[in-house]
DNA sequence: ACTAAATTTGCAATAATGTTGCAACTTTTA
DNA sequence: TAAAAGTTGCAACATTATTGCAAATTTAGT
């Protein structure tokens, strides 16, 4: 038998999770975007392929594996994007800007703008920032 | 007639807003509190007092007089905190770093510690930034 | 390849959160 | 003090998310 494995199903195994359609389905959709997916942007593509429960329950599961990150927004949305670091089981270390377009309202990972430190007032330890910029992405300028 | 005025009375007329229980009640939280507040905390140091509606209500209506701004979360949770800067009518100013605090997990506005400016890519504009930083804050440490 | 064990899924029920229209009530204006 | 303007509570509705459990799928062992 030929063993070729697709991308979607060898990430899947790398972080010992059961291959199944739907998770295939949603990798697939984030290695395929260069952008950020919410909730609700998976079950458009995905139409009523699966039930909105196993989505929740798919976008939990990579977080937990590290494999898709949380992203923060002004708005109370919840949105996912690929983790392209290191991050492992229960650790993440994406410590990038999220850049968020006005005009098409993507949000991007900026992979490589690194967070910068801030100086706190005294008595206060940091441990972990966020930073998001709004603005017009390269393709809408 | 004696034209004392208390502090959210008077914060209310600047705003040409009517003075109502709710609003004092809601405002004098803001003022009495140096963390920033969730709908949910509102309801719980309210109880049966005003309706929930009224809560969402009056805090949308803080928010576009410029009394009270929107903070980003991490988890998907809208918090609110008093403007202390020149915030008008549909215009906010605030663009200061937000503390979260791990152990009491207080949210507080560090007015003095302004966002700082990152690089972006080429092709990027950037218009807008919001800063979270997680730690330990000065009363936990 | 076949079967048992482990895992995942869909469904139904339930919860939490937020929005809207409208009539009753309160506050402001004059 | 009365009319006008503005605000509130209620009820209904909408959206988003969570849970338990049985059925289905996937994996591991032979
Ligand atoms: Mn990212
Ligand atoms: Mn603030
Ligand atoms: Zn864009
Ligand atoms: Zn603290």
Not at 30 to 45: Q, W
């Amino acid at each position: 038998m030929d063993q070729q494995f697709t991308m979607t199903d060898d990430i899947l195994k790398r972080n010992k999770l059961s291959v199944t359609d739907g998770r295939k389905k949603i990798l697939g959709l984030f290695l395929a975007r260069d952008g950020a997916l919410a909730h609700a942007d998976i079950e458009k593509f995905t139409g009523e392929m699966f039930d909105r429960v196993t989505v929740y329950r798919t976008l939990q599961t990579f977080v937990e594996k590290g494999i898709v990150h949380l992203i923060p927004t002004t708005d109370n949305s919840i949105l996912y994007a690929l983790c392209k670091e290191n991050c492992e089981e229960g650790h993440h270390h994406d410590n990038h800007v999220h850049f968020i377009c006005d005009v098409c309202t993507k949000t991007i990972c900026l992979d490589d703008v690194t967070i910068p430190k801030v100086k706190l007032p005294k008595g206060f330890t940091p441990n972990h920032s966020e930073m998001m910029v709004n603005g017009v992405c390269s393709d809408c300028k």
